[in-house]
């Protein structure tokens, strides 16, 4: 079975400051990473993913997270956030070897960007 | 290209009262599946469709069940309706040979349950 946290349940930033939202994920066999933007009212929309390859990945938006295997992590980071970024952000993984697109999601971090 | 479309957006009903939730997936995807978002949670998945069958299951109890249709649309039943069973419904379409957990959301459908 996997499992994902999301350490900050809210993230409070001044606009044109830097973010970091932070996850960690516990899983038995490799995985796929990904992280999900959802704005109000709204779906959820792919931020970006992990599937091999450069630990670093970038995404929309600017955003951009790096993968560490060792410390079983996914950070996403911006270095510079609008107020158009508020919106809550979850983390998911996928197994390898599970049939099918299944995703395990994160209980999400609110970013809330203040002028 | 259309994306994923849900339907109905907004919906109310009573506790024991039955609902059907619809879901057409992106154009040229083959496979849908069902999340539950209760208010401040993640998603968790309920069911996946493909071929007409469902191929994957989630911790959700059979008043929880679904069918896909040859055209690869999709519709969530749940029956009894509980209080609890309140939350945005989200169908998310994916294309079964790209087995890489990539998904495209839909923007739900919200169900209230008095």
């Known amino acids: 079975a996997q499992s994902v946290t999301q350490l900050d349940s809210q993230v409070p930033v001044f606009e044109e400051a830097p973010v970091e939202l932070r996850c960690n994920y516990s899983s038995s066999v490799s995985v796929y990473l990904f992280w999900y933007v959802q704005y109000p009212n709204q779906g959820l929309q792919l931020l970006l993913k992990y599937l091999s390859g450069s630990t670093l990945v970038k995404g929309i938006n600017g955003f951009e997270a790096e993968f560490n295997k060792s410390q079983t992590s996914f950070h996403l980071r911006k270095p510079s956030v609008h107020i158009s970024d508020t919106a809550e952000y979850f983390c998911a993984v996928s197994d390898h070897n599970a049939a099918g697109n299944k995703l395990t999601f994160g209980g999400g971090t609110r970013v809330l960007v203040k002028p | 290209d259309a994306g994923v479309t849900q339907s109905p957006t907004h919906l109310i009903k009573t506790r024991g009262q039955q609902v059907t939730l619809r879901c057409s997936p992106k154009s040229g995807h083959d496979t849908v599946s069902w999340y539950q978002q209760a208010l401040g949670q993640g998603p968790q998945f309920i069911f996946q469709y493909y071929e007409e069958e469902e191929r994957q299951r989630g911790n959700f109890p059979d008043r929880f069940s679904g069918h896909q249709f040859p055209n690869y649309s999709s519709e969530l039943n749940v029956n009894a309706l509980l209080l609890g069973d309140s939350a945005l419904y989200l169908c998310?379409?994916?294309?079964?040979?790209?087995?890489?957990?990539?998904?495209?959301f839909g923007e739900g459908s919200r169900l209230t349950v008095l």
């Open positions: 998310a379409s994916s294309l079964v040979r790209l087995n890489t957990g990539e998904l495209f």
